[in-house]
């Protein structure tokens, strides 16, 4: 085991100033029994924590990193944008192409407006829903996370079901009760809401690749049977591609898949490491935002000129590069080694299975499938703990949760692949012998 003197120095300093010394819940390692690591560098698909550890990672910043940490052309657009200034409360030509582009990429976004966070991006696209329509309830699917708005935090993934907390203190009732809650990949339980309140549903927002329960992909047909339910009752959908858009295709991964989404939510990639979130849709829903139309919405930092530059540059890169297939090859290679390392769990009376979606994956361990957030539940927490570390043991850093999802950037090498299938199979390995 690596030295972690320094971070557990730093994660001691932290807890003093700092509640529960992180400033995102998942980074506090929790769900697997340890103090987190502290990074000080990163580079590619390498990072470097404070005890001067070397990991080869895929967390990738949650997502943000898909052409790895501090790729040089990124580095050098925010350099150059920052000797410019830093923020002028004021528009300025490169919201004007980032704008221009997403719009280029995505057909339902004729209209952009950039805002700061995905969680900015989700109280935006209900306010406009529900504008839209007159109509105060919205459809969520369980373990599906939209940001951490007062009516997103009811049954939400990721950090909540690491937590064991799916629901938050502070959530008036009121606000927590106009939000329905829908099975995924369960068009049946979207129908029984739209037949309990036919009139009152504004829409229905979804992840069309759900990534925060861990990877869970739409049943064939599933995304669009819900835009029709959805139309047929006069509500709207939302698609939530803070971490899929851009990241399985160039664009919007609903388009791919046929569906128009009424609203759609950006972030993570298009601003390149930075700060960043969007909403986007047809002109004639989007122009109910102020200053044309009656929403209000507003942000000192929206469309920040660095965010917006770093945002610009990775998305130039990935246009010219179109390094998609590359990343599905290099998912797929990662998919098919863990799916081996399961076969060793079962050997030694143990499940799991393996969830893909392009560069996105996890590895659950105990349930046999996952297609919802019920399913995902049924992971063994403890073993999976043991996973984690004997991993972070050989250098490898995967998110510190089973509700996570794994990324692959285009730094990762099949060398690196390779190395990281190796670990999996000798982690499990160590489970089957009962080693921590």
């Known amino acids: 085991m690596t030295s972690r003197k320094k971070s557990d120095e730093l994660f001691n300093r932290a807890s003093v100033k700092i509640p529960g010394a992180v400033n995102s819940p998942v980074r506090a390692w929790k769900a697997v029994g340890a103090n987190p690591i502290f990074i000080e560098s990163g580079s590619g698909a390498t990072l470097i924590d404070a005890d001067g550890n070397s990991f080869l990672d895929y967390v990738c910043s949650y997502g943000p990193a898909i052409l790895g940490h501090a790729h040089p052309r990124v580095t050098q657009a925010i350099a150059e944008q920052a000797r410019l200034g830093l923020g002028f409360g004021a528009p300025t030509r490169l919201e004007v192409e980032l704008a221009e582009l997403i719009s280029s990429a995505i057909k339902c976004a004729q209209k952009v407006r950039l805002v700061s966070s ?71 339980t979207v129908e029984g809401l739209f037949r309990a309140a036919p009139d009152k549903i504004a829409a229905v927002i979804v992840e069309p690749v759900a990534a925060n329960m861990g990877v869970v992909n739409p049943d064939p047909g599933s995304l669009k049977a819900l835009a029709e339910i959805a139309h047929h009752n006069g509500a709207l959908l939302i698609c939530d591609e803070v971490i899929s858009g ?59 000129p660095v ?56 590895m659950f361990i105990g349930p046999e499938r996952v297609r919802d957030a019920d399913e995902a539940r049924g992971c063994d927490g403890g073993k999976f ?38 670990a999996a199979r000798e982690s499990v390995c160590d489970l089957a012998r009962g080693k921590s």
């Open 118 to 188: 995905g969680t900015e991006a989700g109280i935006t696209a209900l306010r406009i829903a529900r504008a839209a329509t007159g109509r105060p309830n919205i459809i969520k699917f369980d373990g599906c996370y939209h940001g951490h708005s007062d009516s997103m935090l009811v049954r939400a993934g990721s950090g909540g079901m690491t937590l064991g907390q799916p629901d938050s203190a502070g959530v008036p009732s009121a606000l927590a009760a106009m939000t329905m809650v829908a099975r995924y990949n369960s068009i049946e």
């Open 385 to 422: 703990a043991k996973f984690f570390h004997g991993m972070l043991d050989r250098g490898i850093n995967i998110p510190p949760s089973q509700f996570e999802a794994m990324f692959i950037s285009t730094a990762h090498t099949n060398a690196d692949i390779d190395r990281t299938i190796a």
């Open 246 to 304: 851009f990241r399985l295709s160039f664009g919007s991964v609903a388009e791919s898949m046929g569906i128009a989404p009424d609203l759609i939510m950006l972030g993570k990639i298009i601003g390149g490491g930075m700060p960043v979130g969007a909403v986007a849709g047809p002109a004639k829903i989007m122009d109910l935002l102020a200053p044309i139309g009656p929403v209000y919405q507003a942000g000192t930092l929206s469309g920040n």
């Open 307 to 362: 965010s917006v530059r770093a945002g610009l540059e990775t998305l130039s890169i990935l246009k010219e590069t179109n390094p998609y297939a590359a990343l599905d090859a290099a998912g797929a290679r990662l998919e098919a080694g863990l799916h081996e390392a399961v076969k060793e769990l079962r050997k030694n009376g143990g499940s799991g299975c393996v969830n893909r979606a392009g560069s996105l994956l996890t």
